[in-house]
Nanobody, 126 residues
Framework: QVQLAESAGGSVQPGGSLRLSCAAS????????MGWFRQAPGKEREGVAA???????SYADSVKGRFTISRDNAKNTISLQMNSLNPEDTAMYYC????????????????????WGQGTQVTVSS
């Protein structure tokens, strides 16, 4: 079974940084598309960053240059480094995985992923 568990998020001030991690169980992340998604209250879930089994990455325009997704094959985890955070980044963040080749083409699409973590809250406020 594909299982994902996000690390605890947190509350930070605007301009601050936060790093999220996603631990994978019972599958190898390097063989899957892995993505970070977020959902704010009243809004649709959106793709933030993703990496496929070739190591190619995709980022939402809103986070490009501020967020970095990475994969640690030894630990079988993925991380999301978030810098220059602003209040608009406040959301529940989810780790997602999918093992089908089609996900490489649409890495930031919610519908590309079959497996999801429980989510972790990130709050950015003064």
């Amino acid at each position: 079974q594909v299982q994902l568990a996000e690390s605890a998020g947190g509350s930070v001030q605007p301009g601050g940084s936060l790093r999220l991690s996603c631990a994978a169980s019972l599958f190898i992340v390097s063989r899957y598309c892995m993505g970070w998604f977020r959902q704010a209250p009243g809004k649709e879930r959106e793709g933030v960053a993703a990496i496929d089994n070739d190591g190619d990455t995709s980022y939402a325009d809103s986070v490009k240059g501020r967020f970095t997704i990475s994969r640690d094959n030894a630990k079988n985890t993925i991380s999301l480094q978030m810098n220059s955070l602003n209040p608009e980044d406040t959301a529940m963040y989810y780790c997602a995985a999918d093992g089908h080749w089609q996900c490489r083409v649409t890495k930031l699409w919610v519908t590309s992923y079959a497996h999801w973590g429980q989510g972790t809250q990130v709050t950015v406020s003064s």
